[in-house]
């Protein structure tokens, strides 16, 4: 019988994925100027981001608590990622309201 992936790990990883994902398109020179493509590739990475971030926070505590540890053991999240990540999508919110 094939072993399942330990969930907790799989909502790690997805949320490292997608916390690295969001700042490169964040980051990324190469779509900076590119137009609405690029405005919607920052925001689907953002909102990625945000999607796995509640993954992480309904967890039971111990759970959390297990992701977050291994989080840091693997050491690939920037510190303040999230800050980065939150104020974008706070830019991104008053883009919206301005335009609509």
């Not at 399942?4 to 994925?17: F, G, I, K």
């Not at 999607?51 to 505590?61: F, G, R």
């Not at 977050?68 to 693997?74: Q, V």
Request: charged share 30%; with cysteine.
């Amino acid at each position: 019988m094939e072993q399942q992936p330990d969930p907790v790990v799989v909502a790690a990883l997805e949320y490292e994925s997608a916390t690295l994902c969001a700042l490169r398109a964040l980051d990324d020179e190469a779509l900076d100027g590119k137009g609405e493509a690029d405005h919607e590739a920052k925001i689907a990475a953002c909102l990625r981001f945000s999607n796995a971030l509640a993954v992480i926070e309904e967890m039971p505590v111990h759970d959390r608590t297990e992701a977050l540890a291994y989080l840091t053991r693997r050491g690939r999240i920037p510190h303040g990622s999230w800050r980065v990540i939150q104020d974008a999508m706070e830019r991104f919110a008053v883009r919206t309201r301005a335009a609509g």
